[in-house]
């Protein structure tokens, strides 16, 4: 009573709660939360990939801290990494494996559960073939998990339609990378930040999503120039030194125009072509579609700023390109990142110090899943189909070739089609949420529920293990141990600090048991494994001599070096900075880089007398995805606790809106409301902004299904929408704009495109 009379009075100063305390790691920290241990691990969040240690007291994770010596991030960490611990305890996690029975998810025993999916999977394979089996996994899994998971699914399973959610966010980096360079794999490396003189970010804005590589930006003792071209005047357009507001969706106009500019010039790099690239003729001849003013007329970027960022490529000893999701969510997503590689090629900028086309992965350990095999690929980057790989694939892994897939399977999207066609009847989701993620949720949900079985697989009560038949208790990051690869392909070792929560159980060891109960499975393909690095010493045989060789990785090095760049091998034994330097050979046949000829389309749902406006989706620094790891940590949620849709102050003006008010958006898919609006100059007219995180405010039950036909990612990017205000409720009038930028060598026609209108509830 005192206490609270003294809290009242404001006399309590709560000293017992904010006493600090000195720790030989750390310095003053919180005297209440003074670990008894410092645990080495690596953020579980983005792909940026920041080293921290995790404090546990009492047997449970009470801080966060980055590694002050760790090359990624120097001790810093964003806010999502400074309160990771806390997503351990969260109220939401899943503790006991669950089955539902009459229509409510109970807890059941493992052996009940495992059984109840095996015999599932057995009668459907039987009645339907393996390939009815599907299964959608992750970024966030590690890789000795992805690699485990694969295997199981590839070789035990029998099906081929295994995908992940990485297809939503960097498929068309994948087959970009592919189709001109031979190979996937990031070419470059965060210390180009720091070496480069020109830095062009495009469709990134790192500020909110990768805001630690800011760092690296900042330690650049050249003060490069920035160039951020992006719709949106996001946060990190803030520090460029140009800012160029592109037209929605035109970046693919763009690069093909500079290399136009570039090869008018004779600003090409004629030794490097000839010695390292096919097809200069053929792309020379394409570029005359695509003359400056054409593509600004495409772009709205005058002729005069084309000229002066294609110079940047001519006066400077490196440039370093990086992009997101603004390039990889298109439905040509695949070619726009052909069409940047395609300029550094011409020009020479790739495979030395600061210069080079560089994707910035978006989840921790996308690049373990890319790597590992999946829908695209077997294990090691090999393809499907090439016998001899497979045959080597079998040999290693010591099983016969008749069970090593010779096709790819289905994407992510053609998995939901194929459910919705009733040719996949079982689908198992690992650690990931397609019932926020994915686009054109109301089709997605009627989907699913033509499912014989779904299994969820997770660590949190996500929106899709709510209507699961089963769900798979999982343990989460700090809960098990292995290995994360990020964005500049560096393997960083996550250690496990505390006991998974309840009955939860690694991804690891669910996949190891689950195989048991399959015949001969876990015989023919886990004899032996115990821990994850049983899983890790066969990746690295796997993976010896391929692109992304991790023969010469131990854990031990991973700790003692905070990290380390594949391809590390014999020859590289502390890894290798760049891709694609001198001495490494492109991966095609006859070792040279394709300059491609690809072509820019309009968007195929163009904005229209019903949907006038183009709606864009992004992230906020403070929330992870769909928000299952975050939306119970206070601080995040008292950062960012719900969606806001960005208004352009002229539109605001006809909507009869102000910053605090709440709107509805609605689309030819259907409806959102109560959105809070924010009016801002961020956004040009006739294009608004909505964070995708919030299942209140749930975004993606507006944007269609249009997806990239080489990668299969989907064109989240720009949606047809309207806005309804209380005092507007009929919405913006179409203006008719001048018509502008048509290539003229293609013949698509984008006018009269029809939409349904959805009757708004
Ligand atoms: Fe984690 Fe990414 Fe934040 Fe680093 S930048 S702390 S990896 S979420």
């Known amino acids: 009573m005192i206490e609270k009379i003294k809290d009242f009075l404001g006399f309590d100063i709560k000293a017992e709660k904010y006493k600090l305390s000195s720790d030989p790691q750390f310095g003053i920290i919180s005297d209440e939360k003074k670990p008894d241990k410092w645990v080495f691990s690596t953020c579980g969040y983005c792909g940026v990939g920041c080293g921290l240690y995790i404090g546990v007291k009492d047997g449970k994770a009470v801080y966060t801290k980055g590694n002050p010596k760790h090359d990624v991030n120097m001790g810093t960490l964003c806010p999502k990494g400074l309160s990771e611990h806390q997503l351990i305890n969260s109220p939401e996690r899943v503790t006991k494996p669950l089955i539902k029975l009459n229509g409510k998810l109970t807890p059941s025993t493992w052996d009940k559960t495992y059984s109840k999916v095996a015999e599932e999977f ?94 690296h930006i900042a330690k650049n003792k050249k003060k490069p120039k920035i160039i951020v071209i992006d719709p949106r005047a996001s946060k990190t357009s803030q520090m460029a030194d140009m800012y160029i507001p592109i037209k929605p969706r035109s970046d693919l106009a763009l690069f093909n125009g500079l290399a136009y500019i570039i ?7 004629e030794g490097y072509i000839s010695a390292n690239t096919n097809g200069y003729k053929e792309l020379k001849k394409h570029l005359q579609n695509y003359p400056p003013q054409e593509v600004a007329n495409i772009t709205g970027i005058d002729v005069k700023t084309l000229y002066e960022i294609a110079r940047q490529f001519a006066v ?105 066609r009733g040719e996949i009847k079982a689908l198992w989701v690992v650690a990931t949420n397609p019932l926020v993620s994915f686009v054109n949720q109301e089709k997605l949900r009627s989907t699913l529920e033509k499912l014989d079985l779904l299994v969820v697989q997770d660590a949190f009560m996500s929106d899709t293990a709510e209507v699961a038949d089963v769900v798979f208790a999982a343990a989460t990051w700090g809960e098990k141990e292995g290995t994360y690869t990020n964005s500049e392909r560096r393997c960083n070792r996550a250690n496990k600090a505390v006991e998974p929560i309840g009955e939860a159980k690694s991804d690891f060891d669910i996949i190891l048991e689950f195989s048991k109960y399959f015949d ?11 821990k994850p690095v049983d899983a890790f010493n066969e990746w690295k045989e796997v993976s010896r001599g391929q692109l992304c060789d991790y023969s010469g990785i131990s854990y031990e090095l991973l700790e003692k070096q905070g990290g380390v760049q594949w391809p590390c091998n014999e020859q590289r034994p502390l890894g290798t900075k760049r891709l694609y330097s001198p001495d490494m050979p492109f991966k095609t046949n006859d070792k040279k880089a394709k300059l491609l000829c690809v072509d820019w389309f309009p968007m195929a749902e163009a904005v229209n007398s019903e949907f006038p406006l183009i709606l864009n989706t992004g992230r906020t620094v403070e929330q992870w995805h769909t928000r299952t790891k975050t939306r119970s940590i206070d601080i995040l949620n008292d950062l960012a606790p719900e969606a806001w849709v960005d208004i352009n102050p002229s ?18 898919r259907g409806i959102v409301k109560d959105v809070l609006v924010r009016v801002t100059q961020s956004v040009a007219p006739s294009t608004v902004f909505v964070p995708f995180h919030f299942n209140t405010q749930l975004i993606n039950n507006l944007t269609a299904e249009s997806f990239c036909p080489k990668s299969g990612e989907p064109n989240f990017k720009q949606t047809a929408v309207q806005l309804h205000s209380d005092k507007v409720p009929e919405g913006l009038e179409f203006e008719e704009q001048e018509i502008s930028g048509v290539i003229s060598h293609i013949k698509t026609k984008y006018e009269g495109i029809k939409v349904k209108v959805k009757e708004m509830s």
């Open 122 to 215: 057995k009668r459907i394979a039987k009645e339907h073939g393996d390939k009815a089996v599907g299964v959608i996994s992750t970024g966030q899994l590690l890789t000795e998990e992805f690699y485990t998971l694969g295997k199981f699914v590839q070789l035990g399973l029998g099906t081929n339609n295994y995908d992940g959610n990485t297809t939503l966010c960097m498929a068309s980096a994948v087959m970009g990378y592919k189709q001109s360079l031979g190979s996937d794999g990031p070419v470059g490396s965060y210390e180009d930040f720091e070496k480069a003189d020109v830095i062009i970010l495009i469709g990134a804005n790192i500020s909110d999503n990768h805001p630690i590589l800011k760092l």
């Open 263 to 269: 090869m008018e010039q004779g600003w090409e790099n």
């Open 651 to 668: 539109d605001a003006l006809k909507l009869k809106v102000k910053s605090g008010d709440r709107i509805s958006l609605s689309s030819a």
């Open 520 to 530: 001969g499975v876990n015989e023919l393909l886990f004899s032996h494994w115990k």
């Open 316 to 420: 400077n000893d490196a440039v370093l390109s990086a992009w997101t999701m603004g390039v990889n969510q298109s439905f040509m997503g695949t070619d726009t990142v052909s069409s940047i590689i395609n300029i550094h090629l011409l020009t020479g900028h790739i495979g030395r110090e600061g210069a080079g086309p560089f994707s910035i992965t978006g989840q921790c350990n996308a690049m373990g899943t890319r790597e590992s095999g999946f829908t695209s690929s077997l294990p090691g980057y090999r393809n499907f189909g090439d016998m001899s790989t497979a045959q080597e694939y079998a040999d290693i892994v010591k099983v016969p070739l008749e069970i090593i897939p010779t096709e790819r399977g289905y994407k992510y999207a053609e998995i939901i089609d194929a459910i919705d």
